[in-house]
């Protein structure tokens, strides 16, 4: 593909995704409501990010993930699927996997930032991360998904603690696929294609942030089988076709070592909660 249709492409996924994200805005109920300006905010950072790294496709990733919170704001208060099964009433609540729910947010941006090196690579996993987000939203435009959760969370802890705090900050929508399932396998079969040794243990923790959302009642075992299979097709189409050559000899080798700084950072951040938890109680 010729670099100048590459960039059309690109641009188009850009204004597709404003343009969307504005109709959104425009028709949703809620804070916001058929304020433009709003996302227009929220977008400023795809913006800011485009500035930086000269890249639309990280430019549309940025801009395209306030559109998570503008479904969930649409979607709430109108009629809505849960594809709950048998097994889902049997799983029981269990606040200490919290632990590894929150893991996601380093797992999917400090991770494969530091350890996905080469143009080829990153522009790949990029591309990954952009089909399973778009996917989603359109299936959770489509068949909006609620998720049956506790009101209260009863009991106490830090784990108790952190998930009534990620009940107060998540509604309870978009739950078919899961993205928190998707983006943590494309960023473990993203740092596969770099080094296999990490990629190999970032998809067994892949998997356990998985199991995650089942146990802190975030998502049906449909919803976690649905990301999965998403992340698996962005790997087949994206990132299976990078070449070994896209990342240097070098990179691969400290790979690890990076690896453990990302895991650094998810400790420093359970700490900080962990403050916060003090201070609170």
Not at 24 to 51: F, H, M, W
Not at 110 to 131: H, K
Not at 214 to 240: C, E, I, P
Request: charged share 15%; aromatic share 12%; glycine share 8%.
């Amino acid at each position: 593909m010729s670099a100048e249709r590459r960039r059309t492409i690109e641009w188009s996924i850009i204004l597709a995704a404003v343009g969307a994200a504005i109709a959104a805005d425009l028709l949703q109920e809620g804070p916001g409501a058929g304020g433009v300006s709003v996302y227009l905010i929220a977008a400023l950072p795809g913006l800011l990010t485009y500035l930086v790294w000269r890249s639309p496709l990280a430019a549309a990733l940025v801009a395209l993930a306030p559109m998570y919170f503008v479904i969930g704001i649409r979607t709430a208060g109108g009629p809505t699927f849960r594809p709950e099964l048998a097994i889902d009433r049997a799983i029981p609540l269990q606040p200490v996997w919290m632990l590894a729910y929150g893991s996601l947010y380093v797992f999917v941006v400090i991770l494969p930032l530091f350890v996905v090196r080469g143009r080829g690579v990153i522009r790949r996993a990029m591309q990954a991360y952009l089909l399973v987000m778009t996917l989603s939203y359109a299936i959770f435009l489509v068949y909006p998904t609620s998720m049956s959760r506790l009101d209260d969370v009863a009991g106490e802890g830090f784990g108790v603690w952190t998930l009534r705090v990620l009940y107060s900050l998540d509604p309870p929508y978009n739950c078919f696929p899961s993205l928190h399932v998707a983006y943590a396998f494309v960023s473990a079969f993203a740092c596969f294609r770099v080094n296999r040794g990490v990629g190999a243990a970032s998809i067994v923790w892949a998997g356990l942030i998985a199991v995650s959302t089942l146990f802190t009642k975030q998502h049906y075992v449909a919803d976690v089988t649905s990301g999965a299979a998403a992340a698996v097709l962005a790997y087949v189409l994206f990132l299976r076709g990078s070449s070994r050559d896209d990342v240097s000899d070098a990179d691969r080798e400290r790979a690890p070592l990076r690896a453990l700084a990302a895991a650094a950072v998810f400790a420093l951040m359970i700490a900080g909660f962990a403050v916060a938890y003090h201070f609170d109680r």
